[in-house]
């Protein structure tokens, strides 16, 4: 799970700072090298001037080299705010016989001047060295024929100056090192944003939702996982219109016999007959009516649930024109259980499916009339408040329990000792269709005490 659970950006991060910061250390390094030969350089060309001083007020006087220069003269050539400079004058056989300094004589040495470092009284400093031709007799072989002038300089301007240098080239690689860090981090989110985006897309769906995700919305370089997700969609779609379809068929199969059965139990129960068959006839013929109640439940179920071909078919609907349609059945039923049936009916218009709506109130009334006790009172509502347009089906029976009210929506859900002989799919349908519409659905306890007051609110309204 380890390298699975990585962030694209984290891993982005990883690979771009790392690098960056290896080429600003190599960049440094590359700047101090040049910088020192720069500085170098530059430095050892002011040391030219004081060599080529001394070695030009260098004499051959009766038979010995001779400085021609008083200590006035020579102080400002050697005097510097930052560092000491020190010379030396030797003849050809390491003799000295000018200036403060004591190093050893390079080996080798041309009349050209030759930079080395060097230590001298603990410091580190650069020697210039160079070799000096007296105007000595080159026949005569007891005298020197030339010395070898050497000065040395502490490096402390040269330091500052290289620190200087180095401040100057280092410091806008840093900012820029810096920038670039940024630039890939505020980068490398902007640039996941079409994924996080793909990603709220994916997860605001429901399960039920199995259109394709639109692949021009996905950055290129996922396109092929969002296709690949879409041919898996269109599958799972497939499979499950498969499944609605047999349920469909089946329950739909199933109501032409049992439609056929319950003809001719009623046809028999007209025959004459012992009490004991008669009885048992009813039973079977309570059985009939059952089937036939699930079996078109079932149907309801299968078609309210939403295919990719099938969503909800969305047209101006007036819930009081639709309520209104079916009331003199709800009436004749109420009136034989002597039910107060009740319609209070304000125009209410929402955007809804035409067939599904009514399902969804032939629940809601069929569970108010089971489920209130003779001589009961069952209120129907619609209205429109604040955009919303609003259907209620308010009655006084036994209510159901507040810890039950999440359950009885799920299928097959019946609250124990339910009387009757529903099957327990009424509410999921109603929930179904609620939710196929973006409706939302409150059970509640009514204003004045017991029963059940079943709220639908269609936010859509046209
Ligand atoms: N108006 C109501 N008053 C009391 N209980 C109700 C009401 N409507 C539904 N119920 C309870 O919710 C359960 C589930 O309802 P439903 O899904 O329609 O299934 P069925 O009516 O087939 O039992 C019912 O068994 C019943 O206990
Ligand atoms: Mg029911």
């Not at 910061?21 to 050892?44: E, K, M, P, Q």
């Not at 041309?110 to 000595?136: C, E, G, H, I, W």
């Not at 349609?325 to 107060?340: E, P, Y």
Request: glycine share 6%; aromatic share 6%.
């Amino acid at each position: 799970m380890r390298g699975g659970a990585d962030s694209l950006h984290g891993l982005l991060l990883r690979w771009l700072l790392p690098p960056l910061l290896a080429l600003l250390i190599l960049a440094s390094w590359a700047s101090y090298f040049g910088a020192h030969v720069a500085v170098t350089r530059a430095f050892d060309r002011s040391l030219l001037d004081p060599v080529q001083a001394l070695s030009q007020h260098i004499v051959f006087e009766r038979g010995h080299p001779v400085l021609m220069l008083s200590q006035d003269t020579l102080r400002p050539l050697f005097t510097h705010v930052y560092d000491t400079a020190y010379f030396q004058i030797s003849d050809e056989h390491g003799h000295q016989f000018a200036g403060d300094l004591t190093l050893p004589v390079p080996p080798k040495i041309s009349n050209k001047p030759q930079f080395y470092d060097a230590t001298y009284d603990n410091q580190a400093v650069r020697v210039v060295a160079m070799r000096v031709d007296l105007d000595s007799d080159p026949a005569v072989e007891e005298v020197p024929h030339f010395v070898i002038v050497q000065i040395a300089q502490t490096l402390i301007r040269r330091d500052r100056n290289l620190y200087e240098l180095m401040a100057l080239m280092v410091a806008p690689a840093l900012v820029i090192a810096i920038a670039a860090g940024l630039l890939v981090s505020v980068g490398v989110t902007k640039g996941l944003k079409p994924l996080h985006a793909l990603q709220q897309e994916i997860a605001s769906r429901s399960h039920l939702d199995l259109r394709p995700v639109p692949v021009d919305h996905a950055p290129l370089e996922v396109r092929p996982v969002v296709v690949s997700l879409n041919a898996l969609l269109g599958e799972l779609a497939a499979v499950m219109e498969g499944q609605q379809r047999f349920l469909a068929n089946a329950a739909h199969q199933l109501r032409t016999p049992l439609a056929g059965l319950h003809t001719q139990v009623e046809l028999l129960l007209r025959e004459q007959m012992p009490e004991h068959t008669a009885q048992v006839l009813n039973t079977l013929l309570d059985a009939t009516r059952r089937a036939t109640h699930l079996a078109n439940q079932l149907l309801t179920l299968a078609r309210a649930e939403p295919t990719t071909e099938h969503l909800v078919n969305r047209q101006a609907v007036d819930l009081s024109v639709m309520v209104e349609a079916g009331m003199v059945a709800w009436l004749a039923r109420a009136r034989s259980k002597h039910i107060d049936l009740g319609f209070e009916l304000l125009p209410a218009v929402c955007a809804g499916d035409a067939l599904l709506l009514p399902e969804l109130f032939a629940n809601l009334i069929d569970n108010a009339l089971r489920y209130t006790p003779d001589g009961g009172v069952i209120t129907v509502r619609t209205y429109a408040a604040g955009g919303v347009a609003m259907l209620e089906v308010e009655d006084n029976g036994m209510g159901i329990p507040e810890a039950q009210r999440e359950k009885v929506l799920e299928r097959f859900y019946r609250v124990a000792g339910s009387p009757g002989n529903g099957c327990g799919l009424g509410l999921s349908i109603v929930a179904e269709i609620v939710r196929q519409h973006q409706a939302s659905l409150q059970i509640l306890t009514p204003v004045h005490g017991a029963g059940t007051l079943m709220r639908v609110s269609f936010s859509v309204c046209t």
